[in-house]
């Protein structure tokens, strides 16, 4: 069994996936908080804050008992 895997193409996320359910959350949260913030706070490091935004939208979507306060102070 090989530890490597290779990606040939485009990846496809299906429209019902979780992982796509969880995409299209981060998006809304990503364009609500540039509009009530008028776009004058930029992120400390993007990199980071898109990465674990997806990783709690996930949860969120994944999971169906999910502590969204404790969630959110991770």
């Given at each position: ?10 990846v ?63």
């Open positions: 069994m090989s530890d490597r895997m290779t990606i040939n193409g485009p496809d996320i299906k429209d019902n996936s979780t992982e796509r359910v969880a995409f299209d959350l981060m998006q809304k949260i990503v364009d609500a908080e540039i509009a009530y913030s008028e776009g004058k706070y930029l992120k400390p490091s993007p990199r980071e804050y898109y990465l674990k935004l997806y990783n709690q939208c996930h949860k969120v979507v994944d999971r169906t008992s999910v502590d969204i306060d404790k969630l959110l102070n991770n």
